[in-house]
């Protein structure tokens, strides 16, 4: 029963449609659990992104995430952070979530800064697009 479940869940995992929307919005953030050094992006525009069609999420998200992970091993010398990106549709609701994330590490309760905030401006560091079809031959695409 258990494995009819799991095949179940498998099947309509890989039958999700995926589109490609002219553009999305997307901003990234890195931190360490060694240091107090916090990286945001400006929020940015990248073309032809690939979402789900049933819950708009950005497909390849780790991608993503790795782009802005390796920029900072290799540019700024600050390997093994943690990355996170947050992309929507609508550039109001990533601007919502850009200061609402910001304020979490820019307002502290003693007054004080607790973080060494760090922004990267888009002439150092801009996403690149991905592409389902460099990565997969029969990606379940709706045009």
Same mark, same amino acid.
């Given at each position: ?34 240091? @107090?050094? $916090?990286? =945001?992006? #400006? ?10 069609? /049933?819950? %708009?999420? *950005? ?22 952070? @943690?990355? $996170?990106? =947050?992309? #929507? ?10 200061? /609402?994330? %910001?304020? *979490? ?39």
């Amino acid at each position: 029963m258990l494995v009819a479940v799991m095949a179940l869940g498998m099947s309509i995992q890989t039958s999700a449609k995926k589109v490609q929307v002219p553009k999305m919005y997307i901003f990234g953030f890195a931190a360490s659990f060694n240091d @107090t050094i $916090v990286h =945001f992006t #400006n929020i940015q525009e990248i073309d032809s992104a690939w979402i789900e069609k /049933k819950d %708009k999420f *950005l497909q390849m998200r780790e991608m993503y995430s790795y782009q802005l992970r390796d920029f900072l091993a290799s540019k700024k010398q600050m390997p093994r952070r @943690t990355v $996170v990106v =947050f992309a #929507n549709k609508s550039k109001k609701k990533v601007e919502k979530k850009f200061l /609402k994330f %910001k304020k *979490l590490y820019t307002q502290s309760k003693h007054q004080h800064q607790q973080y060494d905030l760090r922004y990267l401006e888009d002439e150092e560091f801009h996403f690149k697009t991905i592409d389902l079809r460099d990565y997969f031959s029969d990606v379940n695409v709706e045009q």
